[in-house]
C-alpha cells in the first residue's frame, strides 16, 4: 500500500507546476497504488509531450517509486481551453 494518495498529489502537483488546474483520481480501490491525473499548467507551454510528462515524473520522482501506475495528461492553459470546448 503506498502512502500517498489523491489530495497529496494534487498539492504537490499545484505547487510545485504552479499549475491552475489537477485533477486527481485514485483509481486503485484506495491502496494508493494507481492514479491518473490530469494537470493544467503554463510550465507546459513550449514542451513536446514527452517533455511534459518528464516534467511530471521528475516532480513527483519519488512517489513514482511506491507507486506502480501512473497516467497523466498534461495540458497548457490554452489546450485545456480547446479540450474543454469539445
Not at 10 to 28: F, H, I, M
Not at 44 to 56: P, T
Not at 60 to 82: D, V
Request: charged fraction near 30%; charge should be negative.
Amino acid at each position: 500500500m503506498s502512502k500517498y494518495n489523491a489530495k497529496y498529489l494534487e498539492d504537490k502537483l499545484k505547487e510545485q507546476l504552479e499549475a491552475t488546474y489537477v485533477k486527481v483520481s485514485d483509481d486503485s480501490d484506495g491502496c494508493g497504488g494507481k492514479f491518473s491525473v490530469v494537470i493544467v499548467s503554463k510550465a507546459f507551454e513550449g514542451k513536446s509531450l514527452l517533455q511534459k510528462h518528464r516534467l511530471v515524473n521528475t516532480t513527483l520522482a519519488e512517489e513514482l517509486k511506491e507507486i506502480h501506475a501512473f497516467s497523466q495528461k498534461s495540458y497548457t492553459p490554452e489546450e485545456w481551453e480547446k479540450v474543454q470546448s469539445q
